[in-house]
């Protein structure tokens, strides 16, 4: 279990030298209908790097040997919501405390930002094929749940990640960093998410 201070980077531009080992880590550890383009990513950076306003950051936890043993991705939009699209650890590195360290991490940026809650995706388990993604599906929820997150129930969501996938229908999960109720919560995810969820029954949380 990891105790030292993460030492978590943000990707500065698109010639930086972390890039590649974050696009390698990013393209194995999410299936191709949950990734974004590259060139929508690329583009972020791209206008990082030239000075001009980006809603992106693209976070990297450097292995100390040119790789690296984490990484995420997070939005914050433009109602003041974080929203992160992607954490993973690098398969090798884990047991270690990683993906809570780096989940802290993205919390502690959010809230430097001032940002009331984060709103965020997940896969629906039931949904996934029976065996390890089933498992594995269950085993992310109840990580976020014990970090702070919570489930947000009676919605429906329908993730969309641009022309090149189909939607998916998601989990939604609310990580508030003030009193929420669930109808606060639901309106905390519908200012991220917009008509992409609505309410389909009681609002819990979970």
Do not use: K
């Not at 992607?86 to 802290?104: D, F, M, P, T």
């Not at 089933?134 to 329908?158: H, K, P, T, V």
Request: aromatic share 8%; charged share 20%.
């Amino acid at each position: 279990m990891t105790t030292e201070p993460l030492p978590c980077v943000e990707i500065a531009g698109p010639g930086d030298p972390l890039l590649l080992p974050w696009l390698d880590l990013y393209e194995t550890a999410f299936p191709p209908w949950q990734r974004v383009l590259v060139s929508d990513l690329l583009r972020a950076l791209g206008r990082r790097a030239a000075g001009a306003p980006t809603s992106l950051e693209l976070l990297a936890v450097p292995d100390g040997a040119g790789g690296l043993d984490g990484m995420a991705c997070v939005c914050f939009t433009p109602s003041g919501i974080a929203w992160p699209w992607y954490l993973a650890v690098r398969s090798e590195s884990r047991g270690r405390g990683l993906g809570s360290a780096l989940y802290s991490e993205v919390v502690r940026r959010a809230r430097g930002a001032a940002c009331p809650a984060m709103v965020f995706e997940v896969e629906i388990p039931s949904d996934m094929p029976n065996g390890v993604p089933r498992r594995n599906a269950e085993r992310r929820i109840g990580f976020y749940q014990r970090l702070g997150a919570q489930l947000l129930g009676g919605i429906y969501y329908l993730q969309e990640i641009g022309r090149h996938q189909p939607p998916a229908p998601m989990h939604v999960m609310v990580h508030a960093f003030e009193p929420a109720d669930a109808a606060r919560a639901f309106a905390l995810a519908q200012s991220v998410l917009g008509d992409a969820i609505r309410q389909v029954g009681a609002l819990a949380l979970d």
